[in-house]
């Protein structure tokens, strides 16, 4: 069973930063793409940023130039940076990761980090 473990969420005030860590129970390279998703009070889950085992990677235009993915294959840890943090970026974040086995999808989620951005 994969487990995926995020960490690094808190209280921060608008215009700062955090950084969040998704630490996997197994080589990260095994996943087709891995990604950060965030929850607000009453809203939908919407993709924040992705990236792939070859390495493209995809932001949502509300974080581009904020906020950035990257990844460590020997520490099996997605990161996300996020820079000029807006209240509006106040949200519970998960990590995702999708791979494939004999044509069939598999998906794992991480049980979520707050960050909360104060005004």
């Known amino acids: 069973q994969v487990q995926l473990v995020e960490s690094g969420g808190g209280l921060v005030q608008a215009g700062g930063s955090l950084k969040l860590s998704c630490a996997a129970s197994?080589?990260?390279?095994?996943?087709?793409?891995m990604g950060w998703y965030r929850q607000a009070p009453g809203k939908q889950r919407e993709l924040v940023a992705t990236i792939t085992r070859g390495g493209s990677i995809n932001y949502a235009d509300s974080v581009k130039g904020r906020f950035t993915i990257s990844r460590d294959n020997a520490k099996n840890t997605v990161y996300l940076q996020m820079n000029s943090l807006t209240p509006e970026d106040t949200a519970v974040y998960y990590c995702?990761?999708?791979?494939?086995?004999?044509?069939?999808?598999?998906?794992?989620w991480g049980q979520g980090t707050q960050v909360t951005v104060s005004s």
């Open positions: 995702d990761a999708r791979w494939e086995v004999s044509a069939s999808l598999f998906e794992s």
């Open positions: 197994i080589s990260i390279l095994s996943f087709n793409t």
